[in-house]
């Protein structure tokens, strides 16, 4: 598919997207993120129909971030729960630690770095406070070739050093904030709009 084709079927940025979906959500952000968000709403809703993304994404979320991760019978847990008369729930687990990173944050960071790369933009700006978020962001964007721009608190970049070390090691740029995780989000989203 070539690039004219997704940019007639896009969108336009000019064009304003509902402020407000469903009974409950909506778009409650500065005005200055309305037309980013505008944008990036417009391309998810395009590679949702996509079915060369979609084939794109179930590849990497196969291949690179080990999906379908299983359920695990919890034997202990059901035991533990079942009354006297062995009634009760079985109890599964299911196995998002075994994605790549070790946890469930790589589900999304895959597709928002493959739908930011399909835009044509070259760097992802993210906001984390205990890390796995940055490590699952910045190993998304060194797969696809993206730089990585992580915001996050001083106090917690001591805390978490072995997921700031990881973040680096995935070739990702970790700025610290004084605060804390919502100081480190207010600088990405600064980041991000200009």
């Not at 690039?3 to 336009?12: A, C, G, K």
């Not at 730089?147 to 050093?161: H, N």
Request: net charge negative; glycine share 8%; charged share 25%.
């Amino acid at each position: 598919m070539n690039t004219r084709t997704l940019i007639d079927r896009r969108v336009p940025s000019e064009v304003p997207m509902p402020e407000k979906f469903g009974m409950f959500g909506g778009k409650f952000v500065p005005e200055t993120l309305i037309t980013s968000l505008n944008r990036l709403e417009a391309e998810f809703i395009y590679a949702l129909q996509d079915p060369e993304f979609q084939e794109e994404l179930a590849t990497a979320m196969r291949d690179y971030v080990g999906r379908e991760t299983p359920l695990y019978f919890a034997q202990g847990l059901t035991d533990y729960y079942k009354n006297k008369d062995g009634e009760g729930a079985e109890i599964y687990l299911k196995r998002e630690d075994l994605n790549h990173c070790g946890a469930h944050k790589m589900n999304n960071a895959v597709a928002q770095a493959m739908i930011a790369k399909r835009m044509g933009l070259e760097n992802v700006v993210a906001a984390t406070g205990a890390g796995q978020h940055g490590v699952a962001t910045a190993a998304a964007c060194a797969k696809l070739s993206l730089s990585c721009t992580v915001f996050m608190s001083a106090d917690d970049m001591e805390k978490q050093s072995s997921n700031v070390l990881l973040m680096k090691l995935f070739g990702a740029q970790v700025k610290p904030v004084e605060g804390g995780f919502k100081e480190a989000s207010s600088e990405a989203i600064r980041e991000w709009v200009w």
